[in-house]
């Protein structure tokens, strides 16, 4: 049995149980003890984007920097558990700039995809953002104040229109996807994989806007951490970035090895992801060295006060948001910076 997107149930799932097993790291090599460490992703089912902590545990990379790694799921980045996780000091996961102008004590240390992965897709009879008037979007992954949410309040803005001319639609991050091809929503940030789907299922479905084009300098996700954590235990999470930088790497280098833990970490197609890995390795989405740029930091914080997410008053500074030093000692734990292709962060 399928569901709506084609992704399977019971097959696909014996399947998925296979290939990870097949990628089983190999034991840790002289580690006095292995470290405990959660690392959250910012969707369930994560999408390809967001699947390099599956790799770098899959490949041994964390074994081999003696940690014993859980990835957990959040329905969506910028979501209250996720934020929740970080401040208490029970996850690494995606901070925004966002929750540390709201007072989060916390800091990025790992800008771990820089660039927007997504387009905005829509309905096939939506030709224009003006269209979009009136129509039902996406507010998955954290309703109001989402990255659904403001994603679609910037594409809305390119038009000449509010949020308050359309509905925007609270959703699980699952069901962006079905949404669309079902026609309960009319508009939605869609990953690669997602998107390339969504034309399989609806003939006509297509991307009104390129997001990173629409806002080339905006940061994606960074692994951030409570200044608490990075205060007693740097070297952790030090290990932990590098081990993922170093399952970025082999992403690029490597389709083969890292397609069929993407596949099972996801419980998407093998077409699908293999589309997804094209994409997001030809527009360097993921960070092979820090990750971090000052020049867009500072615009996402402009961007965010501009919009009303950051209070004037507590703009926060580059170096409030971003650790750049413990970002750097990562890099050097993964045996220095590197350039792939054109990819240089």
Not at 52 to 81: M, N
Not at 245 to 269: C, F, H, L
Not at 283 to 304: H, L, V
Not at 319 to 328: C, D, F, G, R, T
Request: charged residues 20%; aromatic residues 6%; contains cysteine.
């Amino acid at each position: 049995m399928r569901d709506v997107l084609g992704r399977g149930m019971a097959p696909r799932a014996a399947i998925a149980a296979l290939l990870l097993a097949l990628a089983a790291p190999a034991a840790a090599q002289d580690c006095k003890e292995m470290r405990k460490i959660n690392i959250g992703v910012s969707v369930t089912p994560p999408n390809v984007a967001h699947t390099t902590p599956h790799v770098a545990k899959a490949l041994g990379l964390f074994a081999r920097h003696c940690i014993d790694a859980t990835i957990i799921q959040f329905e969506g980045g910028g979501s209250p558990a996720a934020k929740a996780a970080i401040a208490q000091g029970s996850a690494i996961a995606n901070l925004s700039d966002i929750a540390v102008g709201a007072g989060m004590k916390a800091q990025q240390f790992w800008g771990f995809v820089p660039r927007l992965p997504q387009v905005y897709a829509v309905s096939p009879e939506i030709k224009t953002v003006a269209a979009l008037k009136g129509r039902k979007l996406s507010a998955s992954g954290g309703g109001v104040g989402g990255f659904q949410w403001r994603m679609g309040r910037e594409v809305l803005r390119t038009a000449g229109l509010a949020v308050d001319d359309v509905q925007f639609i609270s959703q699980g991050t699952a069901g962006r996807l079905p949404g669309l091809v079902t026609g309960q929503i009319d508009g939605v940030a869609l990953h690669p994989e997602d998107f390339f789907l969504a034309t399989q299922k609806k003939p006509g479905i297509h991307a009104l806007l390129d997001l990173a084009k629409v806002l080339p300098d905006f940061v994606f996700n960074s692994y951030g951490a409570s200044s608490d954590w990075i205060a007693r235990d740097r070297t952790l999470l030090r290990d932990a970035a590098a081990a993922m930088i170093e399952a970025n790497r082999i992403i690029y280098r490597d389709k083969g090895k890292v397609v069929p833990i993407m596949v099972a970490a996801t419980q998407s197609t093998p077409d699908a992801v293999a589309h997804a890995w094209d994409v997001l390795t030809r527009n360097c989405i993921w960070a092979i060295n820090e990750g971090f740029d000052r020049k867009r930091t500072e615009w996402t914080i402009d961007y965010d006060v501009s919009v009303g997410d950051i209070k004037p008053e507590q703009k926060p500074t580059f170096e409030q948001v971003v650790n750049l030093k413990l970002a750097e000692e990562a890099v050097a734990a993964a045996g220095g910076r590197v350039t792939i292709g054109n990819c240089h962060e």
